[in-house]
C-alpha cells in the first residue's frame, strides 16, 4: 500500500491509474479505522477498482471545538488494518492541502438537510462535509466512492454534492457494520467505557422496539416508548425521529413499507452518538 501525503504523490499515483485504465475506487476517512471503515474498502477492492483511502480529520465539520479536540488518532493502527484490507492506497493530507489559501467554498444549497435532524443540532457540519468531500473529490477524481448509510443524512449531502458537481462519479451507500450487541461501529465508541459501551447497544435496540410497534401504536407513543426506555438507562437523547427515507422530512404517521426510517443522536459518557434503521 502507498502513503500519499503531498498532492503531487496524490497525482501521481492518480495519473498511474489513469494511464493503466484502471478505474479507482475512493473511501473518504478521518480515521481511528474500524471494521466499518474496512467494509467500504472491501466493497471497492472487491470490484476490482485501485482503491484509495483518504484520513483527514476535517476541522470545517466540527461544530464543537472539544467534539474535534477529543477525535481518536490512530494512525499505525489504521495503516496496518488498511493493508490487511486490500487497500492500495493512503492519502494523508495536511490541512494546508485540503485548504489551501487560494481555497474558495463552494456554494451547496442543502435545503431540507440542513434544516432537521442533524442539522439544526450542528450548525455547519454538512457545509464542512461538502467543503472536505468537495476538494478530495475534485483531487483524487475517483470513479467510484463509498459512504456508509449509518450517516444517513450525509449520504444525502453526499449524493446531492455528486449531482451538482460529479455526475461522473459513481456513490455507492453501504450498510450499517455493527458490533454484536447491535451497536453501530463508530470512532467515537473508543471514547466509551465497557459500561457506556453496554449502554450504547440499547440504542439500537430501542430502535428496533420501536420499529417493531410500527402499525400498532402511533409513531409519537411508540417514540416516547423509546425514550422512556432510554432514559432509565441514563441515556440522553438529543433527537429521535420518523421521516420519510426518500425526504427525510418529519411524520407523525407510519410510512409506506420500506420509506421510514428512524433516526437519533444520544450522548453516553458526554459521547454523541448517531444511529438509525430503515423498515
Ligand atoms: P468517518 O471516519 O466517521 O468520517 O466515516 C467515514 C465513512 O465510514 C463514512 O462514509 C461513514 O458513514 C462510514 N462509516 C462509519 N461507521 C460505519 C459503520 N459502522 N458501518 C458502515 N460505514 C460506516
Known sequence: MEILK?????????????????????VPTMGALHEGHIYLVKQSVKQELATIVSIFVNPKQFNNASDLNKYPITIEADIKLLKKSGCNALFIPTIDI??????????????ILDKVLEGPKRPGHFNGVAQVVYRLFKMVNPDKAFFGLKDFQQCKVI???ASHFFTNIKIELCPTIRHKSGLAMSS?????????????????????????LNNAIEPKD??????HLLAENNIEVEYLELANSKTLDSWIVWQPEKQNILLIAAYIEGVRLIDNIQF
Open 222 to 227: 411508540a417514540i416516547k416508548y423509546g425514550k
Open 188 to 212: 467515537r465508541n473508543m471514547r466509551l467505557s465497557d459500561n457506556g459501551k453496554k449502554r450504547a447497544s440499547l440504542i439500537y435496540k430501542t430502535l428496533n422496539v420501536i420499529k417493531n
Open 159 to 161: 449524493k446531492l454534492l
Open 6 to 26: 503531498t498532492e503531487l504523490e496524490l497525482n501521481n499515483w492518480v495519473k498511474n491509474q489513469h494511464a493503466n485504465t484502471t478505474k479507482i475506487g475512493f
Open 98 to 111: 485540503i485548504y489551501p489559501s487560494y481555497f474558495l467554498p463552494i456554494k451547496l444549497d442543502l435545503g
